[in-house]
């Protein structure tokens, strides 16, 4: 039955939550990710989508400083790099070397590409609104990189866990 509860135990309770990463540049041009699950698809034509960052995470000030990003969804046998981009900071880590990351150019923003990632979004951020303790980055999908056979990616659970699914493999229960 429906009870009153804190916040946290509601976002435990509604999870998984499809978990990202979203790679940026510093203002030397040094790549950076952070494991994000406050996102999502806003617009379809164009396509677009936005993504809450916190104002005090290294991310932050790169995306302030470069505008845009490159949304990848990882897959499961990146689950140990993609825990660190949620739990290290950029601030004082090489987050996608010690994560075990290969990159690759974007075809149209600076932020490069994860390899052996099963989407990549390249996206330009249009506009930015603050939101509380977050700030929000509202981006155009510039670019769009798959890898068709290559599906099972990462759900985080609440804050305190990864799973991982692909969309072929969960029963349609409509
Ligand atoms: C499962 C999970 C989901 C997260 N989702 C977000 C999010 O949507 N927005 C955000 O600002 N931080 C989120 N974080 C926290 C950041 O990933 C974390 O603070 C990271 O260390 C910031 O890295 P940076 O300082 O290199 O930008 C999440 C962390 C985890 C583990």
């Known amino acids: 039955m429906l009870r009153e509860i804190p916040w946290e135990e509601a976002i435990l309770v509604a999870s998984p ?5 979203a790679v940026t540049v510093d203002k030397a041009g040094k790549p950076n990710a952070i494991g994000l699950c406050w996102w999502t698809y806003v617009s379809w034509s164009p396509p677009m989508v936005v993504i809450a960052v916190g104002r005090e995470r290294y991310s932050h000030e790169c995306l302030m400083y470069c505008g845009e990003f490159v949304l990848c969804f990882p897959s499961e046998e990146q689950h140990k790099g993609a825990w660190l981009c949620g739990t290290a900071s950029g601030r004082d880590r090489d987050k996608l070397t010690e994560g075990g990351f290969s990159t690759r150019p974007a075809k149209v923003v600076r932020p490069p590409l994860i390899e052996g990632a099963t989407v990549c979004l390249e996206c330009v951020v249009k506009e930015s609104h603050p939101a509380g303790d977050h700030d929000l ?13 290559k599906k099972r990616h990462l759900y985080s659970i609440g804050y305190h866990a990864l799973t991982a699914l692909s969309h072929d493999e969960v029963p349609p229960l409509a």
């Open 17 to 21: 939550y499809p978990y990202v990463l």
């Open 137 to 149: 980055f509202i981006a155009e999908v510039v670019a769009i990189h798959g890898d068709p056979e």
